[in-house]
């Protein structure tokens, strides 16, 4: 199976810099996704990581290591647009599982002025 | 272009009716995927078609769940005999392909109710 660990909640002040981790258990690895979503509004993609390092896009950059089972995303120079649910997600490639993802449950993220 | 768009944004219902609810996925993605979320959760697998078969539906809760994609564009999604458990935002998603870059766009949803 898979499952994926994240916090549930994070508060930040505007202009500040968040972390915000994910942990993974699969039985096989084809990458890790980061997506947004605000209240009420559709998931949106932010970035994905097939190999290890540093992936960086505008404020937003997300991490990967492999050998750790773990990855996280980093959001600069917070603004208050920014508090929304961020969700890793992994695609379910076993066997025919296709591209479906596995979500991680969501951290809130709060930006506070 | 568009997005992927969902149809109702809302819909209220009584336990033990029949409910569809409708997406449009983006012109050209052979992929669609439906997801269902409830409240402080992350979206849930259902059911992903490649073109117009169903690839894999081993997230349907039950058979009381089916969807069709007869050409390969727009997708339904029923629900026979609601139970107040299925209430949740039922989310659809295209790609262009089922690889595992292959990024899923997500449409507003549709939030169910049910009475």
């Known amino acids: 199976g898979q499952s994926l660990e994240q916090p549930s909640e994070v508060t930040a002040v505007e202009g500040a810099i968040v972390q915000i981790n994910c942990t993974y258990q699969?039985?096989?690895?084809?990458?890790l996704s980061w997506y947004q979503q605000h209240d009420g509004g559709a998931p949106t993609f932010l970035s994905y990581?097939?190999?290890?390092g540093l992936e960086e896009t505008g404020r937003f950059s997300s991490f990967l290591s492999r050998s750790d089972s773990y990855g996280y995303l980093l959001l600069q120079e917070l603004q208050m647009k920014d508090s929304a649910s961020y969700f890793c997600?992994?695609?379910?490639?076993?066997?025919?599982?296709?591209?479906?993802?596995?979500f991680g449950q969501g951290t809130e993220l709060s930006v506070k002025p | 272009g568009a997005g992927v768009s969902q149809t109702p944004s809302n819909k209220v219902t009584e336990k033990g009716k029949y409910v569809e609810l409708r997406c449009d996925p983006i012109?050209?993605?052979?992929?669609l995927y439906w997801y269902r979320q409830s409240l402080g959760q992350g979206p849930e697998f259902l059911i992903y078609?490649?073109?117009?078969?169903?690839?894999?539906d081993s997230g349907l809760p039950n058979d009381r769940f089916f969807a069709v994609r007869p050409e390969g564009s727009v997708s339904t999604l029923k629900i026979q005999r609601t139970e107040r458990g299925d209430s949740a935002v039922y989310l659809c998603?295209?790609?262009?392909?089922?690889?595992?870059?292959?990024?899923?766009?997500f449409g507003p949803g549709t939030r169910l109710t049910v009475l």
């Open positions: 997600a992994v695609p379910g490639m076993i066997y025919n599982q296709g591209g479906k993802l596995i």
């Open positions: 699969t039985s096989g690895f084809y990458g």
């Open positions: 990581n097939g190999l290890d």
């Open positions: 012109s050209g993605h052979t992929a």
């Open positions: 078609f490649q073109g117009t078969g169903a690839a894999d």
């Open positions: 998603a295209s790609a262009r392909g089922t690889s595992g870059t292959d990024t899923q766009y």
